[in-house]
Structure formats: C-alpha cells, structure tokens
C-alpha cells in the first residue's frame, strides 16, 4: 500500500440505469475518471420541495479519479448530470494499493 497522493472517490446517485450508464460513460470517455462502479439497488428517502418524505430508487455510483480532475468533473456534472441539484460528495483516499494507483493515474491522463 501506498499513502494517497490526490487520488479521490466521489459518490453520485441517479434515478434510471440508462442514464447511470451514459454519464459513466461519458466520465471515462473524457479521462475524467479511472473506474465508475454502478451499484443498483439503492432507494434514498429525503425531503425535496414540499413537507413530505420521497423514497425513491437510485442507482449509486462510485467515481475513481484524482483531485486534479474535479473543477472539470464539477463543470460534467453541471452539464450533463440528469438532476437539477446532484449528490457530490467527494472522499480523500488515504491509502491506495500501488499498482491501483499507477493505472488509476493512467487512465486520467496524469
């Protein structure tokens, strides 16, 4: 293992596998991301414009990359994320196996 160096995991969700699958895509076309992980099966229940409590299924998406890529991820969201206000939680990754972080970096173009 070796420490973290900007290699980050930021966690999405969307509503419809279609859409999942075309803005991973998309990530990785870009050389935004390394690995998108697409896990099915998800439901998020939260308050959203009105007093009642929504449940409602998503799929989750786990994005693999380096902090260098964010302002461009952040402007991919903006654009093409299919929900007017995405979940954009991103996580520093403390450790990292080396030969992982050697493929992670190039497939971001790092």
Same mark, same amino acid.
């Given at each position: 293992?070796?420490?973290?160096?900007?290699?980050?995991?930021?966690?999405? &969700?969307?509503?419809? /596998?279609?859409?999942?699958?075309?803005?991973?895509?998309?990530?990785?076309?870009?050389?935004?991301?390394?690995?998108?992980?697409?896990?099915?099966?998800?439901?998020?229940?939260?308050?959203?414009?009105? &007093?009642?409590? &929504?449940?409602?299924?998503?799929?989750?998406?786990?994005?693999?990359?380096?902090?260098? *890529?964010?302002?461009?991820?952040? *402007?991919?969201?903006?654009?093409?994320?299919?929900?007017?206000?995405?979940?954009?939680?991103?996580?520093?990754?403390? /450790?990292?196996?080396?030969?992982? *972080?050697?493929?992670?970096?190039?497939?971001?173009?790092?």
């Amino acid at each position: 293992m070796a420490k973290g160096h900007g290699e980050i995991l930021i966690l999405t &969700t969307i509503d419809h /596998e279609v859409k999942a699958v075309e803005f991973s895509r998309g990530l990785l076309e870009k050389k935004l991301a390394a690995c998108v992980t697409r896990l099915p099966g998800g439901h998020a229940m939260y308050r959203w414009e009105s &007093t009642e409590v &929504t449940d409602n299924p998503e799929i989750v998406l786990l994005i693999k990359t380096h902090h260098s *890529r964010l302002n461009d991820i952040e *402007r991919y969201f903006e654009d093409e994320h299919p929900y007017s206000v995405p979940e954009l939680l991103v996580f520093q990754v403390n /450790e990292i196996g080396e030969a992982y *972080r050697a493929w992670l970096m190039k497939e971001v173009g790092l």
